[in-house]
């Protein structure tokens, strides 16, 4: 089984309507990671929390918000999605030091806003 | 700001040749990691190479190797003996030690043609 998963693998959804993707992992790790990528960008930060009580904008938070529901939870939400938010979303995970700066990262959901 | 530069937006060899991936990076940081990633057509991020900056070893990783100049803030990624399945877009990341946020570069297209 992998060690971190998303769920949907593939969303497609109108403008207007509230998105959530959901990440969960196995791998035991402290640290969670929301992006995005668009074509022809790297990925981009959204939000991430270093522990169940810790939650931390990123570069483009605007218009997303999470929820950490537990250590191996962490949730993507789109309040009122636009056509602009499509992208693949991945989620990723890392540990505690002193390992913290390798991400390992779910396979990504594809969300297309209508 | 802190930047990561990929000037090599597409690249192609034929299998079995060595091809090198170019990367560049801006920071006033001294400690950092910096990584390259591997995203095939399946989408999935996957970790290719690491390297400490502090080390001045070049990290290896079986057919794959980097050519690290730290005063010219160069992370070059060389892949020996390329196969069918290294075709990919590889991207180039770079993480500070003072906050533990991956920096991307934009990523480059390899084409490995039989």
């Known amino acids: 089984d992998a060690d971190v998963t998303q769920t949907p693998r593939n969303r497609i959804t109108k403008t207007g309507k509230r998105i959530m993707l959901e990440c969960s992992q196995t791998?035991?790790?402290?640290?969670m990671y929301w992006y995005r990528q668009d074509p022809g960008l790297g990925l981009r930060l959204i939000y991430y929390?270093?522990?169940?009580?810790?939650?931390n904008k990123g570069e483009i938070s605007d218009g997303y918000s999470v929820s950490r529901q537990a250590q191996a939870k962490f949730s993507l939400s789109l309040e009122s999605a636009i056509p602009n938010q499509t992208a693949l979303y991945f989620c990723?995970?890392?540990?505690?030091?002193?390992?913290?700066?390798?991400?390992?990262f779910g396979p990504g959901t594809r969300l297309t806003v209508l | 700001a802190q930047t990561v530069t990929q000037s090599q937006p597409e690249m192609s060899v034929q299998e079995a040749e060595t091809v090198t991936l170019s990367c560049t990076y801006d920071?006033?940081?001294?400690?950092?990691?910096l990584f390259w990633y591997k995203q095939p057509p399946s989408r999935q991020m996957i970790l290719v190479i690491r390297?400490?900056?502090?080390k001045q070893q070049n990290a290896t990783e079986n057919r794959f190797s980097v050519n690290f100049q730290k005063a010219a803030k160069s992370f070059s990624l060389k892949i020996s003996d390329s196969q069918l399945g290294d075709t990919a877009m590889y991207f180039c990341?770079?993480?500070?030690?003072?906050?533990?946020?991956?920096?991307w570069g934009a990523g480059t297209k390899l084409i490995i043609k039989p």
């Open positions: 920071t006033s940081e001294n400690n950092y990691y």
């Open positions: 791998k035991g790790h402290d640290r």
């Open positions: 390297q400490e900056a502090y």
């Open positions: 990341a770079f993480i500070p030690d003072s906050n533990y946020q991956l920096i």
């Open positions: 929390s270093f522990d169940v009580k810790d939650i």
């Open positions: 990723a995970t890392s540990d505690l030091a002193p390992n913290t700066d390798t991400q390992y």
